[in-house]
């Protein structure tokens, strides 16, 4: 049986209190149908598990979400925004590039009530997954492909009034290519689960059940095609409303777009920002911006150096919509820094050097165009699609 050490406990023995996580157990059933039979992971919110549907013998995840997420007064919007993006437009060329609902339910437990959401299995996300490649950079042709299933599911979202503002390698999960793969999952993680099977329900303690991940087994063994594999947008449960937003501090920190950053009205664009942020790094394992102090320290003061130096001065009709004391404080009358710190700065045509010179030219233009400092201006995930390095020519340039 697999075993956790007392620094190895996962999501946290802490997050099962009252009005927190479910402990959710092997075996049980939960909307009187779906069997639990793994542990796929867990979040800040939540944890995810291997069901079966009892009625038809399809597997699904479970997203089981913490007591906290709903009633609490700190409602987020997640099962609404999913219900929308389902039934929203179903012929949308981005909509199988979203995790889409299939069920949702609440489950009565001794911590609380908790919104269960149920999903179509995924394979890993992004984070793992470009571990497959032998120096762990995911190859351009890939990326590419990546980008324009990311880009449609965005215009999707942007089409229903949603905003992602959580785009990073763990929300972007890889779909299974073969759903019969996972009865070979069962098979050969059976030993490892045997002594985690169902415990009485009103047993003192809880045991967090260990991870068993699908990575190693949801892709074919022989040689397949990488071109093939499709990815989804996952995790919506940071999202936020066109004409609502459940916080106005949003995105990761190194992924954050400079209009949140100085505290300016943002919209839709905002994820276009976070996905030029991101798309460099998953070709080349880099930050685009490290927001590092010499002493190695975050600062955000940095962030927006770096953001200057990298693409010229902040418009001044983005400056006048800040926040009027740190615009002040920051930028002068010109919209660079104040008071510049960096003494070396790596341009965009130096970070792509090794890049061919048809593609460099072309990937440089993509990232300009995804990194346009006034979201204004920024082009809309529809008109995205038509960027050239999107449509490169990569044949002979990826192996099986």
């Given amino acids: 049986m697999s075993t956790l050490k007392p620094d190895q406990q996962e999501e946290g023995i802490d997050k099962y209190h009252k009005g927190g996580f479910h402990p959710v157990r ?17 979040g800040r919110y939540s944890t995810v598990w291997l069901v079966r549907n009892q009625d038809d013998q399809r597997f699904w995840a479970m997203k089981v979400l913490s007591a906290e997420c709903y009633g609490a007064g700190t409602d987020i919007f997640e099962l609404e925004i999913l219900r929308h993006l389902r039934n929203a437009d179903i012929e949308h060329p981005g909509y199988k590039y979203i995790s889409s609902l299939e069920d949702s339910f609440t489950h009565e437990g001794p911590n609380g009530s908790h919104v269960c959401l149920i999903f179509k299995v995924m394979g890993e996300n992004l984070s793992t997954f470009r ?30 009034g949603v905003i992602h503002t959580d785009i990073q390698p763990n929300n972007i999960m890889v779909q299974v290519p073969d759903e019969s793969l996972i009865n070979r ?27 068993q991940s699908l990575r190693d087994f949801y892709l074919p063994d022989d040689h397949f095609d990488v071109m093939t594999v499709d990815i989804a947008l996952s995790d919506w449960g940071v999202a936020s409303w066109t004409s609502k937003h459940l916080t106005e501090l949003i995105q990761p920190v190194l992924l954050r777009s400079p209009e949140v950053m100085i505290e300016a009205p ?7 920002w976070n996905l030029g942020a991101l798309v460099p790094e998953l070709i080349y394992g880099q930050s685009m911006f490290s927001g590092k102090t010499e002493a190695k ?20 009709e983005m400056l006048l919509k800040g ?78």
């Avoid at 120096?135 to 990546?146: E, T």
């Avoid at 943002?266 to 276009?272: A, E």
């Avoid at 890049?355 to 165009?369: C, I, N, P, Q, Y």
């Fill in 26 to 42: 092997l075996g049980e059933f939960y909307s009187s149908k779906y069997k639990v039979l793994r542990k796929l992971g867990y």
């Fill in 131 to 160: 571990y497959w490649f032998g120096n762990g950079l995911i190859l351009s042709p890939v990326a590419a492909r990546f980008a324009t299933q990311l880009l449609q599911a965005l215009d999707y979202a942007h089409t229903c």
């Fill in 185 to 211: 999952y069962l098979e050969r993680t059976l030993s490892d689960t045997r002594e985690l099977q169902l415990s009485p329900e009103d047993s003192a303690e809880y045991a967090i059940i260990p991870t």
């Fill in 266 to 272: 943002w919209g839709p664009s905002t994820d276009i």
């Fill in 297 to 316: 320290v975050y600062n955000s003061t940095r962030h927006l150096e770096e953001m200057n130096r990298l693409l010229g001065p902040f418009p001044r």
């Fill in 323 to 400: 926040n009027t004391t740190l615009v002040k404080d920051t930028f002068d009358e010109n919209g660079n820094i104040r008071e510049p710190k960096m003494t070396s700065f790596v341009g965009l045509d130096v970070r792509y050097s090794n890049l061919e010179d048809d593609e460099k030219e072309e990937f440089t233009a993509f990232t300009k165009a995804l990194l346009e400092l006034n979201p204004d201006k920024r082009k809309s995930a529809k008109v995205l699609l038509e960027e050239a390095w999107l449509h490169h020519p990569w044949e002979g340039k990826v192996q099986a």
